[in-house]
């Protein structure tokens, strides 16, 4: 959007000239979403010119569904210039430059692309292997984007990979460190992180008073025989060995996780393993999503399984999840944390504290700003707190 704004073009909520969509194939809902949005636009806004971009383009002929533009994933730094009919002047996704972002916390992206080829997972496939922007780049954004945005969120497919593909080989931790000597840094958080990339020195960022104290784990199981079936790279001793790790260097951490229901190596037996480990572990926030075959993938021709089980198995993970967040507010109770003000929304300010509790104030509130909150209620779903 920054690169149309630079050219006089304004973003709207209401009816527009050109629509982009950048697409997702993570999973099957996410290509039925794009499909979607396409289709939508089209009924609502006919004359409106409509450009796709991402990942589901080069596998789902989104071009079928007759758009003006098609731009596939390894042209998407080059949109502007395709859609305007412009020499595209951009060598690659890292040369585009961003100065603000449309909410207040801001994603900075530091990779793309991932190595470990997880039996289930397109994303290598689409996006190929892992690529690190120039750190220098990366420092220079945060610095300015720093100026507006409270809160940075180091983003991208996988990012403990960070580094190892540059000519000078460099890490995550060494990104990290720079990172926090910049004097216009409010907070840093990190996005999604492979459990085998973590090292002991990442986590005793934890302990930095500008680093948020949330960490965000792709479990998808704790069953080492799917595991295995899934090609990933770690087995549930080492997933609970980083949750008391990270717990030991910051008692109040935010653990959240990602898990996979209906995985094809899944049996009864397996599902309680990862049932059992999430009790143990209990995690503050969980993202729980149904397996979907995927283009590419060793297991493109799968059967799913039965609807049905699949259905009773993610109800008793969405019970858990609702236990397990509810517990984790209540220890914070009475305590006083800090927020970002992200929205106003029915006579509340709404935002993310910093172990990624997302509360409500009655307070009129920039928006924008960190502010100190006292939480004073909450519910199986929301949160309330006080300006502190």
């Known amino acids: 959007m920054e690169e149309f704004s630079h050219r006089g073009y304004e973003s709207t909520k209401e009816a527009a000239d050109l629509y982009i969509i950048n697409t997702c194939s993570v999973t099957k809902r996410a290509d039925l979403k794009s499909k979607e949005a396409v289709s939508r636009i089209k009924k609502e806004d006919p004359q409106a010119k ?21 731009i596939p994933q390894d042209k998407k730094h080059a949109l502007v210039g395709i859609v305007l009919g412009e020499p595209i002047l951009q060598e690659d996704i890292w040369s585009l430059k961003i100065s603000s972002f449309f909410n ?42 720093s100026q507006r945005h409270k809160e940075i969120v180091l983003s991208g497919v996988n990012i403990g990979l960070y580094g190892r593909d540059l000519v000078k080989k460099q890490s995550l931790e060494s990104l990290v460190q720079r990172i926090l000597e910049i004097p216009s840094l409010g907070r840093l958080r990190f996005s999604s992180l492979e459990l085998s990339l973590i090292t002991d020195k990442l986590l005793f960022f934890l302990k930095h008073p500008k680093v948020c104290p949330h960490l965000h784990l792709p479990f998808q199981s704790a069953d080492d025989k799917v595991l295995c079936a899934m090609n990933k790279q770690e087995r ?14 910051n008692p109040e951490v935010a653990i959240s996780c990602d898990i996979m ?10 599902f309680n393993n990862t049932v059992e480990f999430l009790k143990r572990t209990r995690p503050m926030r969980m993202h729980i999503f149904r397996f979907s075959p ?8 799968t059967k799913i399984m039965n609807s049905g089980q699949i259905r009773k198995r993610m109800e008793t993970l969405k019970e858990l999840a609702v236990e397990f967040s509810k517990e984790y507010r209540q220890n914070f109770l009475g305590k006083i944390l800090t927020m970002v003000a992200e929205e106003k929304k029915q006579g509340f300010t709404w935002g993310y504290t910093e172990n990624y509790i997302r509360l409500g104030i009655k307070d009129d509130v920039s928006l924008g ?4 909150v006292k939480i004073d209620r909450i519910d199986n779903e929301k949160t309330y707190a006080v300006k502190a």
């Open 50 to 70: 409509i450009a796709i971009c991402g990942c589901s383009v080069k596998d789902n002929h989104l071009d079928k569904l007759e758009v003006d533009f098609v």
């Open 104 to 145: 207040q916390r801001a994603f900075i992206k530091i990779q793309d692309g991932c190595d470990n080829f997880c039996s289930f997972c397109k994303i290598p496939y689409l996006r190929g292997r892992s690529r690190s922007r120039p750190q220098d780049q990366i420092i220079e954004e945060i610095k300015i984007v």
């Open 236 to 249: 549930v001793k080492d997933y609970e060995a980083v949750v008391v790790k990270a717990r030991a260097i």
């Open 261 to 270: 229901v209906g995985f094809p190596a899944e049996d009864d037996a397996s």
């Open 294 to 301: 995927r283009q590419f993938t060793p297991l493109s021709e």
């Open 369 to 372: 700003e960190i502010i100190g």
